[in-house]
T-cell receptor
């Protein structure tokens, strides 16, 4: 169990640029989740995949955000035309399928918009 | 709908004294409840989970939580605080409603441990 891996750990970009983050889940986990955490708050759910299917999306996920998991393994989260309000920690988690399976989190990607 | 309220944003204890972090939840279905801990600039680590089995749940590092349905509470306790326990703690609910897998987090409680 090597844990959930996220890349990059930090991303600084100018407003209006596009950014992409990557998440590699624990290998035997077929569910993958994205959350966003702003300073002083708990994480907020963005979206989740079961294998390659995106099954749930939060209203927080505006049309500037897109997530993919093309082969049911790693996932990418892209933010287009970044805005100041996108500055946050983006957390990825994975879990096994089934009831009550806990989600295991990566260390996150911290995004700073200049 | 599901929600979580963490009743204290900051708790400060002395090393060796008990810890109590309070959490109340709301859920339309039978909930699963979790406590996660987050150290600075790190991801979240699962401390313990409640999934409708025993109401007293034991977790890692000496932490426990008790599910009380009548009070809709899931408070986290530890008999004796250690300096390494200083971190942010999140109470989390998942209501297991059909098709939903999202976790709902509380706003967090920052635990300080004084020497």
């Amino acid at each position: 169990d090597t844990g959930v891996s996220q890349d990059p750990r930090h991303k600084i970009t100018k407003r209006g640029q596009n950014v992409t983050f990557r998440c590699d889940p624990i290998s035997e986990h077929n569910r993958l989740y994205w959350y966003r955490q702003t300073l002083g708050q708990g994480p907020e759910f963005l979206t989740y995949f079961q294998n390659e299917a995106q099954l749930e999306k939060s209203r927080l996920l505006s049309d500037r955000f897109s997530a993919e998991r093309p082969k049911g393994s790693f996932s990418t989260l892209e933010i287009q035309r970044t805005e100041q309000g996108d500055s946050a920690m983006y957390l990825c988690a994975s879990s096994r399928q089934g009831e009550y399976q806990p989600q295991h989190f990566g260390d996150g990607t911290r995004l700073s918009i200049l | 709908a599901q929600s979580v309220t963490q009743l204290d944003s900051h708790v400060s204890v002395s090393e060796g004294t008990p810890v109590l972090l309070r959490c109340n939840y709301s859920s339309s279905y039978s909930p699963s409840l979790f406590w996660y801990v987050q150290h600075p600039n790190k991801g979240l680590q699962l401390l313990l989970k409640y999934t409708s089995a025993a109401t007293l749940v034991k977790g890692i590092n000496g932490f426990e939580a008790e599910f009380k349905k009548s009070e809709t509470s899931f408070h986290l306790t530890k008999p004796s605080a250690h300096m390494s326990d200083a971190a942010e703690y999140f109470c989390v609910v998942s209501d297991q409603s059909p098709g939903r897998r999202a976790l709902t987090f509380g706003s967090g409680t920052r635990l300080q441990v004084q020497p």
